[in-house]
């Protein structure tokens, strides 16, 4: 298999960048300002879901739309200070690219704070999905026919598995390397640093 011309997916938050203290801070600014309490261990045992869905663990229907918009109001303030490219992620994508091959992010984060945070930490993407998670990856691989698909939370496995894309799972999220096997997950790396190496196992 060759993979010039190839379509390789990647999760962003926790995944291609550290975006931990940035999640977490904005959820203390949604608490603080509404005066709800948002356990931030609760958070983090769930990071990669939609904005909508965690706050759905915090506030009744009705009062969610607006926290979205204090989350959105603080976020795109503390990503650039707090988020950093976690290892190997810089060089993974050089790989890929360099390949021939293209590389998409596909995130459940809200597309414009996947872009900012992307210019912010200064990687260079080909394409760039929001808003999906989940069964909606799978949705959008599909239509990609992406080759394979890379992220930290079980979802990612499933939905690479669910749209014949190679699931790789990174345990730098809050996940471990069982959970993704469990997934679905196909190869489990303890961090991109290994991705390289990998890829041109699986394509060269
Ligand atoms: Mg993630």
Redesign the pocket.
């Known amino acids: 298999m060759t993979d010039r011309g190839a379509v390789i997916g990647f999760?962003?938050?926790?995944?291609l960048v550290d975006s931990r203290a940035a999640i977490m801070a904005s959820f203390a600014a949604v608490a603080a300002e509404t005066g709800v309490t948002i356990d931030p261990v609760g958070v983090d045992s769930r990071?990669?879901i939609k904005l909508e869905d965690e706050l759905a663990h915090w506030f009744p229907a009705g009062e969610i739309v607006p926290a979205m918009a204090i989350y959105r109001r603080h976020y795109p303030l503390l990503s650039g200070p707090l988020t950093s490219v976690l290892p190997g992620a810089r060089e993974a994508l050089a790989t890929v690219r360099a390949a021939g091959a293209r590389v998409v992010v596909i995130s459940a984060k809200f597309e414009p704070a996947v872009r900012q945070v992307l210019d912010d930490v200064g990687l260079a993407v080909d394409e760039v999905f929001g808003g999906v998670h989940g069964p909606e990856k799978a949705v959008v691989l599909t239509a990609l026919a992406a080759d394979a698909y890379v992220?930290?939370?079980p979802a990612d496995m499933a939905a690479a598995v669910a749209a014949a894309a190679w699931p790789v799972g990174v345990a730098t999220?809050s996940f471990s390397g069982a959970d993704l096997r469990a997934a679905g997950a196909a190869v489990v790396l303890a961090s991109l640093a290994q991705f390289p190496d990998r890829y041109a196992r699986r394509f060269s």
């Open positions: 999760d962003l938050d926790m995944t990071l990669g992220g930290d939370p999220g």
